[in-house]
């Protein structure tokens, strides 16, 4: 989405807010200290600076991520691609590489310097992407995504059959505080009614890392780098841990053996 479109869903954004807290413009520039026309010309010319859009965020009670998900049109939906779409990425990862790249607000003259992919085989994995009808490529390699911003991988899609496994895997494998990660892993007895709690908390963290994605889209590449967020949460046996297992795992397991052995 360009810039101009951006600021103008975020203003959107925050003119539906005051109107359903009721919050007039008269109000606004009281709390505010600025004068009625002056806060109609805000609105107007949408001339927000950030300082001025994080004040009007304060009086309404809400933080920017949340003005955020609001300008988006939605605050839990997400789009998918056509299951078409995930299986031409699926299958092909130098093409599903470059669509995650140019996801990203990469430039074309970017992704070429940066990474190793000749001119002519860019040119024919952008054409691919075109007729899976991802994006559209104008003069000089600009390129125009035809998804939105929001748009999330299938959870049981082509993409996360094909690469989930080995991506999670190669993640987890790496030592986290040598590499200036961050990682905590643990356990204890929950109810069911901490676990739902816990579990809007963890979609809350995901949610806000998209959030920042989208936000910091605006920087350049060499001021971004890949980070990956694992958020997982599940019933879980410690049996490997204590040598302990629960009676009814035990029996379970002696059947089995009694079986195999007749």
Excluded at 31 to 49: D, G, I, M
Excluded at 55 to 77: K, P, Q, T, W
Excluded at 122 to 144: F, M, S, Y
């Amino acid at each position: 989405m360009p810039r101009k479109a951006h600021t103008s869903a975020l203003v959107a954004a925050l003119k539906s807010a005051l109107k359903s807290q009721g919050i007039t413009y008269r109000t606004l520039a009281d709390r505010l200290k600025l004068s009625e026309a002056s806060v109609k010309r805000l609105f107007a010319e949408e001339s927000f600076t950030l300082r001025r859009m994080e004040e009007i965020c304060v009086v309404l009670g809400v933080d920017f991520f949340e003005l955020a998900r609001i300008a988006r049109g939605s605050s839990a939906e997400t789009d998918e691609m056509t299951l078409k779409q995930e299986e031409t990425l699926a299958a092909d990862p130098r093409l599903l590489g470059l669509f995650y790249l140019l996801f990203n607000d990469w430039k074309v003259e970017a992704v070429l310097e940066v990474y190793d992919l000749q001119r002519a085989e860019c040119t024919l994995l952008l054409a691919h992407l075109e007729k899976a009808g991802l994006l559209e490529i104008g003069a000089n390699d600009v390129v125009r995504l035809k998804v939105p911003k929001s748009l999330r991988l299938r959870r049981d899609g082509p993409i996360r059959r094909s690469h989930g496994r080995s991506v999670v895997a190669d993640f987890l494998q790496a030592d986290f505080a040598a590499q200036q990660g961050f990682f905590r892993f643990e356990f204890r007895e929950l109810s069911p009614a901490s676990v739902a709690h816990l579990e809007r908390k963890l979609e809350r963290i995901a949610q806000e890392f998209h959030e920042l994605a989208e936000l910091d889209s605006y920087l350049p590449p060499e001021r971004r780098r890949t980070t990956g967020l694992v958020v997982g949460m599940r019933p879980w046996a410690m049996s490997w841990v204590t040598g302990l297992k629960r009676r009814d795992e035990a029996h379970s397991a002696e059947r089995k053996s009694a079986k195999a052995t007749q």
